[in-house]
């Protein structure tokens, strides 16, 4: 520990990093604003472990018997529904806080193992489109970029209602990432602070909502499959309006998800985190008779297969990966670590991503530094990825005796920590009580 | 001009009276659903009826939304929600009421509402012209990208709340908080604005706003109203870069 020396003892109340926002505030007059998620430790995929095959379970032979991983995401009531290869998809991130060719990484990285990308507060972009074999294309408060052009060429549309890193917050693109590029298609005055509503301008309420789905479904012939994506805070009752409103799939995103740019105080103390959010959901589903036929997505925090696995057994059809999928890209590598210092950070805490400085080429607008990526190597380390996330889940749920990641159940697992085991409603490792129950 | 955001060639927004029975192909929603209205006017193609007439739309919802075509609709009748949303290229004239989002993210071509628009009136919309020739209500062209609407009447509370390109024209009053967090939408206002919203400000009237609100007027067949008798309002930018001495107006 730099600076410590026998008898100096650091408050608990007011560590560094505290006094450090204190005097950062007292200095800017302005909340700390950055990307990436929650930062702060909370319960998690983490504190649970499967039990796996024993005496009484019989499990599948690795590499040899099948365990299937598809997933059909969309069919309540759209004629064309996604039908994707795996159960991981990629979270909406916009054009404007990533650059054009991070967006086509994404598409090339998704197509490759047969997956579907998302768009973004931004619009869509043709880079995107053409290298997405599915594209999810996003209704947000601001609608920036919205047209109907796009919405036929979309595979889905997903209505943003709120995102786990802010529920109840609206979008921020700051002045300096705001190019000609991104301006134009935003219909805003280049270089300005643009500040998405937290609201959508036609809509107030879930009655309301369900005639807006209706529009979009006429407009689009009922073809597209149409997804509510909520931050997580009250799931049972946002995933039952959800279904009531005529959602053909949730989108559920808990506190850890990600963000190009939120307040701290955002990020860190509005929501809840996604491991207590998918029991509620699920039972939200249940209770009205339609999971597995109305698709849960859950994202927050997803870094392996593991925790992929893990919200699947909870109830979950899918999940998504924002941050995760830009570190598979190359954000936060080591390689960049001189780079990130010369911008007063490092590889690994790199989490300014709403300043377009970005050394990867990843967060930013400004084209020197967006050529520096190279999108074919990156969708092919994505592709990389998220086959190794598939590869580990269907390792997991072999063992468990799964010949499908949907027939993963909760009863395959338990709990380390008491609030995980009150959460997630599995035994406290060891015994059979769960908290609550 | 983006001919995309052009407004119709033709007189296309005028409250003509609707075009006969002999030459429009009528649909009376009493009988035919709602779902094929609407696939029909997706699909009319350079070959279909160029003029279309509802009979007894009863307040239905997304009547006549997403259609992509020249063609003219007349809705003899109220409607509901997001009647003619996403509009391209099409006139559609209500002869009624219609409901919320009248319009909403209309694209180019013209929306006419002979009767009174609820709220969220030409919401989002990126082009075209939507005229209203009763009151509008609240958070009329809300977030406004770059259509233009013209009230006959008044408007409610916020409207032209985050609008951010186009023209609004009120003949009557406007309600509270006209143009909070405006961007750069031109506002005119005939009547009295019960109040600013944040960061909008009166404006001074030159040349140039007189000739384009006199050329509004017209598109939209108002008569009776002087360009001379309309105030101007527009943003102020003191919020478009955060600057913590306006963290009041936040």
Redesign the interface.
Known sequence: MPGWKPGLRESALFGRDTIHEIQRAAR???YDIRGFGAKRAVPHFDDLLFLGASMSRYPLEGYRERCDTDVTVGARHAAKPLQLDIPITIAGMSFGALSAPAKEALGRGASEVGTSTTTGDGGMTPEEREHSRMLVYQLLP??YG????D?RKADAIEIVVGQGAKPGGGGMLL?QKISDRVAEM????K???Q?S?CRH???TGPD?LE??I??LR?????QKPIFIKVGATRPYFDVALAVKAGADAVVLDGMQGGTAATQEVFIEHVGIPTLAAIRPAVDALQDLGVHREVQLIVSGGIRSGADVAKALALGADAVSIGVAALIALGDNSPELDADYAEIGSAAGFYDDWHEGRDPSGISTQDDELAARFDPELGGRRLANYLRTMVLEAQTLARACGKSHLHNLEPEDLVALTLEASAMARVPLAGTTWVPGA | MDPSRAHPAEPGASGRPPPSGLDAQEIDLAITP??DL??AL?DVGEDGPRRWRVLNPRGA??LA??I?APIEVDVEGHA???CA??N?LATVRVHGNAG??VA??I?SGSVVVHGNAS??AG??G?GGLVSIRGDASA?CG??M??VDIVVRGSVGHMSA??A??GRLVVCGDAGEALGD?N??ARLYVRGAVAGLGADCVEKEMRDEHRTELGELLGLAEVEGCEVSEFRRYGSARRL???H?DN?GEY
């Open positions: 800017e007059g302005i601001s609608r919205m047209n109907p052009d919405l002045g935003r219909d805003l005055p270089g300005i602070d500040r509503a301008p036609d809509w309301d005639i807006k209706h529009e006429e407009i689009t012939d009922w | 709602l779902r609407n696939a997706h919802h997304a939304a997403g992509d509901g929600y997001y949303g996403m391209q919320v989002g909403e993210n694209m709220q969220s919401a989002t990126r958070r809300i977030s990208k770059g709340f985050m951010q390109k967090s961007y750069e478009y870069n955060f913590v963290a």
